[in-house]
């Protein structure tokens, strides 16, 4: 059976067998590869990964909770096999019908089979802007950073490309086939492309898709806050959201927005210029309407002295609480804070607070024995596990060593964390305790797996490692 490679060039999609081996010992398929364009094989594992679920977005929901309650616990935890792609993974990989999805900094999606790491299809989006080409930054090459989003109901992935001009395009991608659907250009009116990096994940709530802006590392030029939306439909007009601010207010969390019942969407946003006077709303938690009207907000009473420190609180995105009433949000001042969805409570109106967790990235969050919440940051300090109560309190839990700060996912009593030097990290949810790790490789510091059934699947610098949990 030939493994496909598929790109566009010019708008024009092609296919081409590319190459497939394959060597049989002992019955089973031992390996077969595909060469990538780098020249390294996806090798496949002996036996095949036992898949669950499909996960179709950052951390598996538009909540952003990033768990399974029924998947298994380590026993022997091992690489089940490794795809070295065309660029680094910043984004997160999604999994639909057992194709593994990943975007990478060279300006491709590849469908990977989850279960083996065979190559099913390649598609070259876009070539990426070299750093040379950007005012400031620290990707270089510069290509998909944010992560996908799968529509089940049109079969589509989209994803967000960056290519030389500097512009952004949000490409609707045949999952089955790899074909490119559809592309248009999502810079809002007004904006400079090249000062805006899109980094969050991309949302899918209610027939939209929204994409989220930042800037640049370096802070550079006169970007801001945004996000885009555009109809799953792909031929409705785009609506846009910029925080009112003269500048900065990035919305560039990893973990990108998150949604609510009903479609509204729920963003963090980073420091602005301003550092005193009236609130810009930058360095909050904002309430959006489905066309991304600004409804509600919440910001720290000292939003004005971190803005000052470039402590914004839009460093880690938005994680909804099990019933939908509550919004945790942490980021670069250090301050844990707990909101009311339906009153977020403008300036200094959180439930609760407390401190110190200096976060970046994305957490994960599970329901609380007996009510409530158990949420689980990425802080610089070591991961932390905070318990928030039916009483709208919070608690500090366990905290990881200092080395364990990635984005985590919970499956079932085990979280997840991937490090920076490339060690997965699995820790007893309940007590902090290691029960396993694993050299996956290296990664970014924004790096969290995808889940499905048995089975991780680590963003690297060179690829996608996939890590059966239970050997």
């Not at 998150?258 to 729920?266: E, H, K, Q, R």
């Not at 930058?282 to 004005?304: E, K, N, V």
Request: hydrophobic share 40%; with cysteine; net charge negative.
């Amino acid at each position: 059976m030939p493994c496909w490679r598929s790109w566009v060039r010019d708008g024009v999609h092609a296919q081409r067998p590319v190459r497939a081996l394959a060597a049989v010992l002992v019955g089973l398929v031992a390996m077969a590869a595909c060469a990538s364009p780098g020249g390294q094989p996806a090798a496949v594992a002996a036996a095949p990964l036992p898949l669950g679920a499909d996960w179709t977005t950052y951390h598996g929901d538009a909540t952003r909770a990033g768990y399974v309650p029924d998947g298994p616990d380590p026993a022997a935890p091992a690489v089940a096999w490794r795809a070295d792609l065309d660029g680094a993974v910043y984004a997160s990989p999604i999994v639909v019908g057992g194709l593994l999805v990943a975007a990478t900094e060279g300006g491709s999606l590849y469908g990977l089979d989850a279960a083996t790491g065979a190559v099913r299809w390649r598609t070259h989006l876009a070539d990426p802007v070299p750093g040379s080409d950007l005012p400031c930054g620290n990707i270089d090459p510069l290509g998909i950073t944010g992560t996908p989003v799968y529509d089940p109901g049109s079969g589509q992935v989209f994803a967000v490309a960056a290519r030389p001009g500097v512009e952004h395009i949000l490409f609707a991608v045949d999952a089955r086939s790899g074909q490119v659907r559809t592309q248009r250009r999502v810079d809002a009116p007004g904006s400079e492309p090249a000062t805006h990096l899109q980094r969050g994940a991309l949302l899918l709530a209610d027939g939209m898709v929204y994409i989220p802006y930042g800037g640049n590392s370096g802070d550079c030029g006169q970007y801001l806050g945004r996000v885009v939306g555009v109809p799953v439909a792909g031929d409705g007009p785009e609506v846009d959201f910029a925080v009112p601010t003269t500048r900065e207010g990035g919305i560039w969390a990893a973990s990108g927005p998150a949604a609510l019942p009903g479609g509204d969407v729920l963003v963090t946003t980073g420091n602005g210029e301003a550092v005193g006077g009236v609130w810009d709303h930058s360095d909050s938690i904002l309430r959006l309407s489905p066309q991304l009207r600004l409804l509600d907000g919440f910001a720290p009473s000292g939003w004005a002295q971190e803005n000052s420190v470039d402590a914004d609180l839009g460093s880690t995105g938005p994680v909804v609480l099990p019933g939908a009433h509550r919004v945790l949000a942490a980021g670069k001042g250090g301050g844990v804070y707990l909101a009311d969805v339906d009153a977020l409570g403008g300036v200094g109106g959180e439930r609760d607070r407390l401190e110190p967790c200096h976060s970046y990235g994305g957490a994960a969050t599970t329901p609380g024995p007996g009510g409530g919440a158990v949420v689980f940051l990425p802080c610089m300090e070591g991961l932390l596990q905070v318990r928030v109560g039916t009483d709208d309190r919070m608690a500090r839990g366990w905290q990881a060593g200092a080395a364990v700060t990635g984005s985590p996912v919970v499956v079932g009593t085990t979280v997840w964390s991937v490090q920076q030097d490339g060690t997965l990290d699995a820790l007893d949810a309940a007590t902090g305790q290691v029960r396993a790790t694993l050299p996956v490789g290296a990664a970014t510091r924004f790096a969290t797996p995808a889940v499905s059934g048995g089975a991780l699947f680590v963003p690297t610098l060179a690829g996608i490692t996939a890590v059966a949990i239970r050997r």
